[in-house]
């Protein structure tokens, strides 16, 4: 919960927020071969941060959302851990249908529990 922002940022939903980007919400693979695999990031609030897998995975609907959305037919889960860096989405739960992953029902941003072991990654086909 917020009790003092930085510059720039207001308390909204007890987490300190930066301005509305139009990019929030854009997602992209990282530490992967360069575009069909890699670990999931989120941009949101100004940055980019990792997805955490707490009920990402239910029915590979998570990993198609993702790979719809960069231009790719389908896509699957893979395990792996990533570095314990900026987790900003938990608790995602898409049905498969949503345009982007930020359609999908999650936890508001930044509101996570999640460590290293918990990054999603993800293969596109």
């Known amino acids: 919960m917020c009790t003092e922002c930085s510059v720039g940022q207001t308390c909204s939903g007890g987490f300190c927020r930066l301005p509305i980007s139009l990019n929030n919400g854009r997602v992209r693979l990282v ?14 609030d100004g940055g980019w941060g990792q997805v955490c897998d707490d009920r990402f995975d239910l029915d590979d609907h998570g990993p198609r959302v993702v790979c719809r959305e960069l231009g790719f037919a389908s ?3 893979s395990d792996a851990t990533g570095p314990d860096d900026v987790f900003l989405i938990d608790e995602v739960v898409c049905a498969g249908n949503e345009a982007t992953l930020i359609d999908c029902a999650h936890n508001p941003l930044g509101d996570e529990d999640c460590n290293a072991a918990d990054a ?3 293969s596109c086909q």
């Open 120 to 122: 999603v990654f993800i």
């Open 31 to 44: 530490l992967g071969d360069g575009g069909t695999n890699g670990r999931l990031e989120v941009f949101a």
């Open 75 to 77: 896509g699957s889960q």
